[in-house]
């Protein structure tokens, strides 16, 4: 790597790393006390909306049902009651939910600094190749947590939490396991839309091709309902298949972004 025509030393990488590191974790920081600040504001109407029966997606179905009542995703009394059973549970849970909202807020910036650290050493094709890869990244990771907020948590949740194994047993949600499971299938969501960017990456590796991936598809397809049933727990398959299909979309998008052939492929014919 280097700066200005000058070969850097290894002190020189270091300390470029710990400006890049301090700056990182000043935005958080910053990030973090304004998200303690919001959160107290909007955590009725944001990050509990699906735990009532008006929450947007729920208002959505019941439209496209002609607004029937009854079904598990169309009860217009549904409306969850989140309990706290420890007395520090709440503070405790405004600080851990004010780091990711922190982390989600700078997530752009931290890719822009690690962007900053490895640009100098790249050639102008691997710059251009890594710029896609960093911006095409950012953009699906956050279009999967919207749909894991805006669609699988709230199916996921809702179907759960109105299965009952016995009428004489009450379903009361404690504030911990709500968090829980609602941190956990947003980010979830945003790493697996990881997946198109990651069959690119192994295609410009020369690992695999478009051919293989076309291949393999009915293969894929079982891996990927299997992924969709560990994501979502719950058995129902409208459930299932609201996280399915988005997960086979992003292998057909996949198989668009990879290469035709492999490397290796294109270098014994050439």
Known sequence: MSSGGEEMSFWDHLDVLRGGLIRIVAVLFVAMAGSFVAIPRIFDSFILAPARSDFFL??????????????????????VEIININVSTQFMMHLEISFWAGALITFPYIVYEVWKFIKPALFPHEEKNLSFAFLFGTVMFFIGC???????????????????????IENRISLNSYMHNFLLMIFVMGVVFELPLLTWLLSRLGLIDRAWLRKYRKHAVVVLMILAA?????????????????LYLLFELGIILARKETAAVENKEG
């Open 230 to 246: 560990v994501i979502t727990p719950s058995g129902d398959p409208f459930t299932l298949m609201v996280v399915f299909l988005p």
């Open 58 to 79: 729920y208002r959505f179905i019941a439209s496209l049902l002609g607004g029937k009542a009854g079904g598990w995703l169309t009860d217009p009394s549904f409306n």
């Open 146 to 168: 919207a749909l894991g907020y805006c669609v699988v948590f709230p199916l996921t949740f809702r179907f759960l939490t109105e299965y009952n194994l016995s009428m004489t």
